[in-house]
């Protein structure tokens, strides 16, 4: 059985939190029919290296679900894209 959307979001921000991350945001297929989409891909700032795609796997291992992960920095423009059309899960850059 599928998890529901809810769930999914709900598991990703909670390990986004885990492993640092500032910004979080879900685009593609999964932000417009999550029912029917194949992958989450997701957009992320705030988490460096390899461990953004140790992050990303780490949805796949929990969720069992294929994840496409974009760092947004430094920016380009896909990124601004995503900013402008992506569902924005969290953003905590620039705060204190």
């Known amino acids: 059985m599928k998890p529901t959307?809810?769930?999914v979001i709900e598991k990703i921000v909670?390990?986004?939190e885990e492993?640092?991350?500032?910004?979080?945001?879900l685009f593609?297929?999964?932000a417009e029919t999550p029912s029917?989409?194949?992958?989450?891909?997701?957009?992320?700032d705030g988490?460096?290296?390899w461990k953004l795609y140790e992050f990303a796997g780490q949805i796949e291992n929990e969720l069992r679900?294929?994840?496409?992960?974009?760092?947004?920095?430094?920016?380009?423009?896909f990124t601004r894209l995503i900013?402008?059309?992506?569902?924005?899960?969290y953003d905590f850059r620039g705060t204190a």
């Open 5 to 7: 959307e809810s769930y």
């Open 14 to 16: 909670r390990l986004a």
């Open 19 to 25: 492993y640092g991350a500032n910004c979080l945001i």
């Open 28 to 30: 593609g297929s999964y």
């Open 36 to 44: 029917t989409a194949g992958d989450i891909d997701l957009a992320c």
């Open 47 to 49: 988490i460096r290296g």
């Open 65 to 77: 679900i294929p994840t496409d992960i974009v760092p947004l920095s430094p920016p380009n423009k």
């Open 83 to 89: 900013e402008r059309r992506g569902k924005v899960l």
